[in-house]
């Protein structure tokens, strides 16, 4: 039987593993869902302070980027969202920022289509 590969963004978490669940239900060959971003790195780790706390960058305090040179940090900093003034701005898909990949038997496939629909994702 054939395969058939699907890509799905959502915007949270809870909705792409609600998807995910249901899918394997389905006996889908493989899921994985998992979270990106603009900027390598996986965000901070604890509360701080940004007045007394000792941080890299505007880039790695506003966009959970970790930022390897004074140089990168200062282009990360440079970006409207590094300000929290940037509504997401023209008109494309912001904060579908979960990405649900799937790998199933084609048998399957549209309904699969539906689930991942039904669960608030875009394919």
């Known amino acids: ?16 593993e609600g998807a ?8 889908a060959i493989d899921v994985s869902v998992d979270r990106f971003g603009r900027y390598e790195g996986t965000g901070l780790r ?11 960058s505007l880039g790695s305090l506003t966009q959970a980027a970790h930022v390897s040179t004074p140089d990168e940090g200062i282009l990360i ?14 008109g494309g898909v912001t904060g579908l920022d979960v990405i649900l990949a799937a790998v199933v038997d084609e048998s399957i496939y549209e309904q699969a289509l539906r689930v991942i629909d039904g669960a608030g994702g875009q394919v």
């Open 1 to 16: 039987m054939a395969e058939r590969n699907i890509l799905a963004y959502f915007h949270a978490p809870e909705q792409a």
């Open 20 to 27: 995910a669940m249901k899918l394997r239900a389905l006996r």
């Open 46 to 56: 604890s509360v701080m302070n940004p007045y007394a706390g000792d941080f890299g």
């Open 77 to 90: 900093a440079a970006d409207p969202a590094a300000s929290g003034m940037s509504d997401g701005g023209g």
